[in-house]
Nanobody
Framework: QVQLVESGGGSVQPGGSLRLSCTPSKLSFDDYTMGWFRQTPGKDREEVSYSSWAGDTYYSDSVKDRFTISRDSAKKTLYLDMRNLKPEDTAMYYC??????????????????????WGQGTQVTVSS
């Protein structure tokens, strides 16, 4: 069974930085589109950033120019480098992987339902 484990969350002051990591198991890492999502109480889960199996990337408008998604194939790890964090970024951050290999919808058109593998989340809290 595929499992994804997130780490790197924590508490930080506005303007600070954090690096989130996601390590999947039993997954051909380079063949799957993966993404980061976040959710706050009472709100729907929203996309943050996607990294396609072929190297495409997508960022939501709210994090564009502040967050960077990347992959380390050797370590089979997906990263989300977050900088200039804002209180509005406070959320539980989830790593996810498409349940089919070599698929890419592109940008915000990627259906949430197509991400079949999810981690348990890592909390990011931005406050002064």
């Amino acid at each position: 069974q595929v499992q994804l484990v997130e780490s790197g969350g924590g508490s930080v002051q506005p303007g600070g930085s954090l690096r989130l990591s996601c390590t999947p198991s039993k997954l051909s890492f380079d063949d799957y589109t993966m993404g980061w999502f976040r959710q706050t109480p009472g709100k729907d889960r929203e996309e943050v950033s996607y990294s396609s199996w072929a190297g495409d990337t997508y960022y939501s408008d709210s994090v564009k120019d502040r967050f960077t998604i990347s992959r380390d194939s050797a370590k089979k790890t997906l990263y989300l480098d977050m900088r200039n964090l804002k209180p509005e970024d406070t959320a539980m951050y989830y790593c996810a992987a498409d349940w089919e290999p070599r698929r890419w919808y592109g940008g915000a058109r990627y259906p949430l339902s197509e991400f079949g593998y999810w981690g348990q989340g890592t909390q990011v809290t931005v406050s002064s």
